[in-house]
């Protein structure tokens, strides 16, 4: 398979993966992510667990949840890495947050399909 097709298939996933947040569906965002995912922000480290337990609980949802533009994205063998800009609108604790984001991604293929195994965000600069 082409690095091509797997950039394809990787833009698709990511978009995917977006609707998915909106979905507020822990099993539908689980899908895309390893066992030992993490996501990496300004409060710190935090687990694959950790992150669906606050979805699952409603402490978490999202009602936007957009990539701007085209991501960017590497592919290195059964690995890549793709970059997006990233909007969304949570809700945390029934407090709204709107976000305007940087996010790298870096997926594993596993299994024939890519399944995300770390998330970086970080806050776009204001323009």
């Known amino acids: 398979m082409s690095d091509d097709v797997r950039a394809a298939g990787l833009a698709t996933a990511a978009h995917d993966w977006a609707a998915a947040m909106v979905s507020n569906d822990p099993a539908r965002i689980a899908h895309f992510m390893a ?38 994205i590497r592919v290195h063998g059964d690995s890549a890495v793709v970059t997006a800009r990233i ?15 940087w996010t790298t991604d870096v ?21």
């Not at 935090?46 to 978490?60: H, I, K, M, P």
């Not at 997926?107 to 323009?127: K, M, N, P």
Request: glycine share 6%; proline share 1%; charged share 30%.
């Open 87 to 101: 909007t969304n609108t949570a809700h945390y604790r029934g407090e709204r947050f709107d976000a305007d984001e």
């Open 35 to 72: 066992d030992d995912w993490v996501i990496v922000s300004e409060s710190g480290v935090s687990t694959r667990e950790q992150f669906l337990a606050l979805v699952e609980s409603g402490d978490l949802t999202h009602s936007a949840f957009q990539i701007i533009g085209d991501p960017r």
């Open 107 to 127: 997926f594993v293929r596993r299994d024939d399909r890519w399944l995300c195994v770390l998330s970086h965000i970080t806050a776009a600069a204001r323009a």
